[in-house]
């Protein structure tokens, strides 16, 4: 069994849905996951802004684009009549739906069952087309019948491994559609698993029907050394430990979802990264097992937001990071960056959402400091484990870089620097040249001098 994701890019209108259908029309058993064509989820967004607003005129005309441009892909797609006909029925009562809901008063749980409408209308679209143009024999699963999550909001795999196994033939043969993203909260409501969640919907599907391998498929190659549309002249990785495409993915590797690697990484089903556009590429293969190669890539997160905490009572004070965390966890705030001295505390933020309500109370405990407008910027390889001086090495390649925070991960595969945003971009840049353009190999170790 073969688990295939495909983003909204390569469903992004009826000629690169024909080129999915050529790329998996040679799969016997697989289960291929859909997100909802490209800016879909973007228009619905805004349809569900005009909704709150209660701008009546302004979400019929967004929604009337968006039935447009579904019907656009219809007419792409069938040639013949009568399928084009049972497509455009399908697209009508799609709209219907929307239409209907719209009418009632926003509310949260209603934007949410909203947003799955994107996925809901691609696959309706692209199941229809891969059955009755292409002949493939597709078996359509709703997400929503098996895609859950528990009462602390994360995905429940063991209900999504006895739902889905109800649900597909024994031993998985066949060939299945679904939708990535959407899913169902503990209570039932439609909900989701955040953007990018496609890839998300993709690696718990393989561990739960004990796939042989998850492709991801995009508009690149593989994963890359570093951002292309950032820094020049970059090149894919052939390979990546589950552990390093994690520390990347979390840091802001866009074509990974940060979550995705942990349930393939509990099976130990390999992850492949692959280009729609080129399917013979080789791609990025993220797995266990592989031997040691020096550093691997780079990422960067912006939207960073730096709070250090001072208090001559820490010293010695048993308890005190323990009260700091517990602000942050009180209100539902991940902490991504953790420094510390002997008398104060620096993490990074993320989401600063709460943040007046968080140095409210961490004012309580020492003075506090808020700084905004910075960037993550992660240096992954086992390299900085095993090489002498490798750190110093990098922190000379950026020391025109206005540098706030350093940190060397905990499990010793990444190396992190806090850096004002608009300094961002040169730091990638300068590490990229003399970590991978200007040594011959970069698993030697950097010169310091």
């Not at 998850?214 to 994963?223: F, T």
């Not at 280009?275 to 797995?287: E, Q, R, S, V, Y």
Request: charged fraction near 20%.
């Amino acid at each position: 069994m073969k688990v295939l994701k495909f983003g909204g890019t390569s469903l992004g209108d009826a000629g690169r849905m024909q080129q999915v259908a050529q790329i998996i029309e040679n799969e016997n058993e697989c289960i291929v996951v859909c997100s909802a064509m490209a800016g879909v989820t973007n228009r619905l967004l805004e349809i569900s802004e005009c909704w709150q607003a209660q701008n009546m005129p302004g979400q019929n005309l967004l929604l009337d684009a968006l039935l447009d441009g579904f019907r656009k892909t219809a007419y792409g797609l069938f040639a013949d009549t009568n399928q084009l006909h049972a497509a455009l029925n399908d697209i009508n009562q799609w709209f219907s739906g929307p239409e209907i809901r719209l009418k009632k008063p926003w509310s949260q749980v209603g934007e949410k069952w909203l947003l799955a409408q994107g996925e809901v209308a691609t696959t309706s679209v692209f199941f229809r087309y891969l059955n009755e143009v292409r002949g493939l024999g597709f078996v359509h699963l709703n997400a929503l019948d098996f895609m859950q999550k528990r009462s602390d909001g994360e995905p429940d795999l063991e209900r999504i491994r006895t739902q889905l196994i109800q649900l597909i033939h024994p031993g998985g043969s066949g060939r299945y559609l679904t939708q990535g993203y959407i899913c169902r909260n503990f209570e039932g409501f439609v909900d989701n698993l955040a953007r990018g969640g496609g890839d998300y919907t993709a690696t718990l599907l393989g561990a739960a029907a004990d796939a042989d391998v998850v492709e991801i498929w995009s508009d690149i190659d593989g994963l890359h050394q570093a951002d292309p549309r950032i820094v020049e002249g970059t090149a894919a990785i052939r390979e990546l430990s589950f552990e390093e495409a994690a520390e990347l993915a979390y840091f802001g590797a866009k074509i990974l979802h940060p979550t995705c690697v942990w349930p393939a990484a509990s099976k130990g089903i390999p992850i492949i990264l692959k280009n729609t556009f080129d399917p013979l590429a080789p791609g990025t293969i993220i797995k266990s097992n592989l031997q040691p190669s020096g550093i691997r890539a780079m990422a960067a997160k912006s939207g960073i937001t730096i709070v250090r905490i001072k208090s001559s009572r820490m010293l010695n004070a048993f308890g005190y990071l323990r009260r700091i965390f517990e602000i942050f966890e009180l209100f539902q705030t991940p902490v991504d960056v953790v420094t510390t001295s002997e008398v104060s505390v620096s993490v990074t933020l993320d989401n600063d959402l709460r943040l007046d309500e968080i140095t409210d109370m961490l004012h309580e405990l020492g003075e506090v400091e808020v700084e905004r407008n910075q960037a993550i910027v992660c240096v992954v390889g086992d390299i900085l484990a095993r090489d002498k001086g490798m750190g110093l090495a990098l922190l000379r390649t950026i020391r025109n870089i206005d540098i706030k925070m350093v940190s060397f991960g905990g499990n010793m595969n990444n190396f992190t620097f806090v850096v004002p945003e608009d300094q961002k971009n040169e730091c990638l840049r300068s590490l990229h040249h003399h970590i991978f353009c200007r040594q011959p190999s970069f698993s030697q170790p950097l010169s310091i001098h």
